[in-house]
């Protein structure tokens, strides 16, 4: 069994994408906590050093198939905002948030590729 207790699952019940990635989990043994992403999505400081220490594009951390970045027309806006008004619209809420997002502060994956996970999480 991995001994990770500080990976956390951001997930949402009704994604069939975050219930692949906690089924994965499971199966292979990770402890994690999980967190409702839409109830508590994390905080703008907890996403700045989450993306900080992923190494990834901010605009990645973007559910561009949610109805919220469709009508925000975010395809449009996020190319002109800054890193910081970025991180603004992600924490105010988490179905902006492309899931599920694992992470243990110091690695991160986005979305659910089982390659990327066993990679990452994996013995």
């Known amino acids: 069994m991995t001994n990770a ?3 956390r699952l951001y997930s949402y019940a009704k994604c069939g994408t ?3 990635a906690k089924q994965w ?3 292979n043994e990770v402890t994690y906590t999980e967190i409702p992403i839409v109830d508590t999505p994390p905080s703008k400081e907890e996403l700045h050093q989450i993306w900080q220490n992923s190494g990834l594009d901010i605009r990645k951390f973007f559910n561009t198939s949610g109805q919220f970045y469709r009508e925000l027309n975010l395809k449009e806006k996020l190319p002109t905002m800054s890193e910081d008004e970025m991180l603004e619209l992600l924490a105010s809420n988490g179905k902006l948030i492309k899931r599920p ?3 243990n502060g110091a690695k991160t994956t986005l979305g659910f590729k089982e390659q990327t996970l066993e990679e990452m999480w994996g013995k």
């Open 5 to 7: 207790p500080n990976i």
């Open 18 to 20: 975050c219930r692949k």
């Open 25 to 27: 989990l499971d199966t």
């Open 101 to 103: 997002l694992i992470t």
